[in-house]
Antibody
Framework: QVQLQESGPGLVKPSETLSLTCTVSGGSVSSGSSYWSWIRQPPGKGLEWIGY???????NYNPSLKSRVTISVDTSKNQFSLKLTSVTAADTAMYYC??????WGQGTLVTVSS | EIVLTQSPGTLSLSPGERATLSCRASQNINNNYLAWHQQKPGQAPRLLILGASSRATGIPDRFSGSGSGTDFTLTISRLEPEDFAVYYC?????????FGQGTKLEIK
């Protein structure tokens, strides 16, 4: 059973970079056909797909966030990461990592505030 | 980008009733790569259906998915108290994934 756990700062200042890590257990980030995603949910709102990195290191991002997002993988630690630059209050959300559509982490709340 | 439109926005039903939730795509979804997720307050979403009609592991058979192309449906045959939640459809057939805006299923 694949399990995912998000980690990172819960508070980020405006204009700074949000950095989160997802640690995977029960599976390998380099396993064939796997797609590793980040999704976010502002308080009281719906889900927004941020992007993914696949087993070949290919990335795809939400066009509305593409200029600010980088997703990378660290196979030695069995982790993948999210960086979102130049954050504003609109980036305040619960951030989830997921494998494909099947497995979700519990989420981590990130607040953007000075 | 494929836009998913879910209807209704809110559905008010009683336990034991049948629920029908709709998800319409702005263009064909390749291979019917359409998933349904359930989210309860304070919890992460949980996968119910993938590939438009395949139940995920451990999902009760009162949940069923159908449809193809641009029109998809999630049906809950007889509502249990624990089924009242928000439901999202998600397409993963294109290089950029998208979610619908959600349908809230509430107790009448």
């Amino acid at each position: 059973q694949v399990q995912l756990q998000e980690s990172g700062p819960g508070l980020v200042k405006p204009s700074e970079t949000l950095s989160l890590t997802c640690t995977v257990s029960g599976g390998s980030v380099s396993s064939g056909s796997s797609y590793w995603s980040w999704i976010r949910q502002p308080p009281g709102k719906g889900l927004e797909w941020i992007g993914y990195i696949n087993y070949n290191g290919i990335t795809n991002y939400n066009p509305s966030l593409k200029s600010r997002v980088t997703i990378s993988v660290d196979t030695s630690k069995n982790q993948f990461s999210l960086k979102l630059t130049s954050v504003t209050a609109a980036d305040t959300a619960m951030y989830y990592c997921a494998r494909g559509v099947s497995y979700w982490g519990q989420g981590t709340l990130v607040t953007v505030s000075s | 980008e494929i836009v998913l439109t879910q209807s209704p926005g809110t559905l008010s039903l009683s336990p034991g009733e049948r629920a029908t939730l709709s998800c319409r795509a702005s263009q064909n979804i390749n291979n019917n790569y359409l998933a349904w997720h359930q989210q309860k307050p304070g919890q992460a979403p949980r996968l119910l259906i993938l590939g438009a009609s395949s139940r995920a592991t451990g999902i009760p058979d009162r949940f069923s998915g159908s449809g193809s192309g641009t029109d998809f449906t999630l049906t809950i045959s007889r509502l249990e108290p624990e089924d009242f939640a928000v439901y999202y459809c998600q397409q993963y057939g294109s290089s950029t994934y998208t979610f619908g805006q959600g349908t809230k299923l509430e107790i009448k």
